[in-house]
């Protein structure tokens, strides 16, 4: 039988355990970690010869917990040092100044991301936290967020519903699914798949940017070569490969990381920073590369 020493002591242990988990959760794995994680896609029809090797940054959260600018300054270094073709922002650029109270948040974090290079030049689209935070096109419901103009300044294309031909491939980017807010926790989007798609001109691969993953069953079989996003941060919290909470109606079905169905590919990133909790276990912050070419 267990002596009162002996269970006195394994509780003890335990709530060590348990505060050392959680000073890492909470401080070590979402504050000072940063993985440069690899994905090698091989989409069907992909032209022999040609590959890209993207560079993905995805919800930053610029200016929320665990991100001030000095480590994000810190963090797009590393990302300058990958060899990549070009740089591609998947959305939830900044905390929002609602959250922080950060003056200059948005102009700030649209400088910084301007100092990204790459041959084939740095691409975005919005997340639903860069749609929510402007006060004035969530109350008319039309127009883009001056973050848009703000990006653009800086020298970042931002493709809402557009698409641009970039090193033999084109690259397609959507509005955010939830780009305004609706009564009973609903949202609406902004995405146009039709309208993105009807701007590739000729039969060039195609890859996708959108912040949600849940785009991904409507995406077109056969057209598009690859399907990117963010948004998920991989669950924020992981374990055994399952998250308990994700922001997808999905699940975890497009939680994080390569998935391919029905012959379609698509890769969502970890992301960088976090939101509703300051929080990270199993999904590190994560600088996100893909290899793309013909298998």
């Not at 090698?40 to 993207?54: D, F, I, K, Q």
């Not at 069953?217 to 924020?236: E, F, N």
Request: with cysteine.
């Amino acid at each position: 039988m267990p002596t009162r020493r002996g269970v006195l002591g394994t509780l003890a242990g335990l709530a060590a355990a348990g505060a050392t988990g959680a000073a890492y959760a909470f401080e070590v794995e979402p504050g000072w970690l940063l993985h440069v994680v690899e994905h090698r896609v091989a989409p069907a029809g992909w032209p022999p010869g040609r590959s890209l090797t993207l560079g993905v940054i995805a919800d930053l959260h610029a200016g929320g917990p665990h991100m001030p600018f000095r480590r994000v300054e810190a963090i797009l270094e590393v990302a300058l040092k990958q060899p990549v073709d070009l740089f591609l922002v998947l959305g939830d650029m900044t905390a929002g100044g609602k959250l922080t109270g950060a003056p200059g948040l948005a102009d700030t974090t649209a400088r910084l991301l301007g100092e990204l290079r790459a041959p084939g030049g740095v691409h975005a689209v919005l997340g639903n936290h860069d749609w929510w935070e402007d006060a004035a096109v969530q109350d008319s419901r039309r127009g883009l967020p001056r973050f848009a103009a703000m990006l653009e300044r800086a020298g970042i294309g931002v493709l809402h519903n557009d698409a641009v031909k970039v090193g033999g491939a084109w690259l397609a980017g959507l509005g955010s699914l939830w780009s305004f807010r609706a009564p009973g926790r609903r949202y609406v989007g902004t995405d146009d798949i039709g309208r993105a798609l009807a701007r590739v001109t000729d039969d060039d691969p195609v890859v996708l940017l959108c912040h949600e993953p849940d785009i991904f069953p409507r995406v077109p079989a056969g057209r598009v070569a690859l399907t990117l996003s963010g948004h998920t941060h991989g669950g924020q919290v992981r374990i055994l490969g399952h998250s308990p909470v994700v922001p997808s109606r999905y699940g975890n079905r497009y939680a994080y990381g390569h998935v391919v169905e029905d012959g379609k590919h698509l890769v969502v990133s970890g992301g960088i920073g976090t939101s509703i909790m300051p929080v990270r276990f199993g999904v590190p912050p994560e600088i996100t590369l893909i290899r793309v070419g013909a298998a």
